[in-house]
């Protein structure tokens, strides 16, 4: 099974800071996707990277896959309360297009 | 109904009592899966179906944990004689089930507590 780990764990920043999420993994990424959930709801898929050095932006969100796929970031500009939330990455496990591997998470807090 | 709903929300269950627990997908969705997220070991694959079959049951962690599926549609996890390291929140997702990936679309989840 593929280990996703994310950092940080926790965030906790003001309204208008920037910040960056990543995740990491040893092995190859055939696909990474990005998560975001909040509290007593499930996880809402933001994103899918598949491309070696793929950028893709989503408002004020940007996602990065790294050359290699072994790595991937989420970076936030001007971050506002709505933001707040769990942010999990997360890949297909190797051989099956349906079991996905989520990464520990990075619980982001924006104060106003 | 327009997303994943799950039933009870909320269940507090004794130990060594058997619960079930409730998944109804999107409609039309083939493919369902079963995940648990806890503190300590995260959002984790159960067990995923196709249709009413069940070609990925790795996740399970024990024989005390089952699921079916309906008519394709509905899906039960069971889990018996519970234990406190049940404790966990349990979340279904569907998605349309075509081949390759697609996308998995998450219900908000049952908060299971065993005491």
């Known amino acids: 099974t593929q280990l996703l780990e994310q950092s940080p764990q926790f965030l906790s920043i003001q309204e208008g800071e920037n910040l960056t999420v990543y995740c990491n993994s040893s092995?190859?990424?055939?696909?990474l996707q990005w998560y975001r959930q909040e509290p007593g709801e499930g996880p809402v898929l933001l994103v899918t990277v598949v491309t070696g050095g793929e950028v893709k932006k989503l408002k004020r969100l940007t996602f990065q896959f790294g050359d290699a796929r072994k790595d991937s970031s989420l970076h936030i500009t001007a971050a506002q309360p709505g933001d707040t939330g769990l942010y999990l990455c997360?890949?297909?496990?190797?051989?099956?297009?349906?079991?996905?591997?989520f990464g520990s998470g990075t619980q982001l807090t924006v104060l106003p | 109904g327009a997303g994943v709903s799950q039933s009870p929300s909320n269940k507090v269950t004794e130990k060594g009592k058997d619960v079930e627990l409730r998944c109804d997908p999107i409609?039309?969705?083939?493919?369902l899966y079963w995940y648990r997220q806890s503190l300590g070991q995260g959002l984790e694959f159960l067990i995923y179906f196709q249709g009413n079959s069940a070609p990925d049951k790795s996740g399970l962690p024990s024989d005390r944990f089952s699921a079916e599926r309906t008519g394709g549609s509905v899906s039960t996890l069971t889990i018996q004689r519970t234990q406190q390291e049940d404790s966990a929140v349990y979340l279904c997702?569907?998605?349309?089930?075509?081949?390759?990936?697609?996308?998995?679309?998450f219900g908000p989840g049952t908060r299971l507590t065993v005491l």
């Open positions: 997702a569907s998605s349309r089930g075509g081949a390759g990936t697609d996308t998995q679309y």
């Open positions: 409609s039309g969705h083939t493919a």
């Open positions: 092995s190859v990424f055939s696909s």
């Open positions: 997360a890949s297909f496990s190797s051989g099956s297009a349906r079991q996905l591997t």
